[in-house]
């Protein structure tokens, strides 16, 4: 399986925000919540899969336009050949890695800004055909850590950021098919 490379590289990011935890004493999972209404398990789960929804309702809508057709055919080039569990597995180990990182362990210790700056620039990845997917990414990064400011809870990130990769990848392989052996 494909997806199990991915998930290994973000088990880095797991204990990489573990051990920032354990160092700066930061509570990875909860913090104060910006918003108590919402703070419950089902205010958790109905706000994270709903800003995952919404994203991808925004995501399909863009998906018309060239500027982001292009993108999203260059990313799904940029992927191996993915089955049905290795998009669940990348789905599931970057919501969890990437959240425990940006949400749970940096931005409590470098800010909101700082911490969507970083989110963003790990999804361009200092190549140019990308940079349009690091823009998303930083304006992603903030809507996550909205989420878990008003929330308190790193649940409703970790939701909406698998909604989002787990049918965003679908989306993406089924629509840009990576050789053209699949498109026959």
Known sequence: ??????????????LLALTLA????????????????????GGTVFSGIGLGAGVLLASHFLDRFPMFS???????????AFDFGDVLI???ASAIGE????RGALLPLIGIHASSLLFGFLHYGGKRPFLLWGIMGWIMGYL???????????????LAH?????FN??????TYPSSPEETA
């Open 169 to 174: 990848l679908l989306h993406l392989i089924r």
């Open 144 to 158: 996550l850590s909205g989420l878990f400011l008003l929330t308190g809870s790193l649940l409703s990130p970790v």
């Open 70 to 80: 292009r993108l999203n055919a260059t990313i799904a080039r940029s992927l191996p």
């Open 22 to 41: 354990h160092f700066f004493h930061i509570s990875l999972l909860r913090i104060s919540p910006r918003w108590p209404p919402v703070s419950g398990i």
């Open 99 to 102: 959240e425990l990182l940006f």
């Open 1 to 14: 399986m494909k997806g199990l490379s991915a998930g290994i590289f973000y088990l880095f990011f797991s």
């Open 90 to 92: 990348l789905s599931v």
């Open 162 to 166: 698998f909604t989002i990769n787990y």
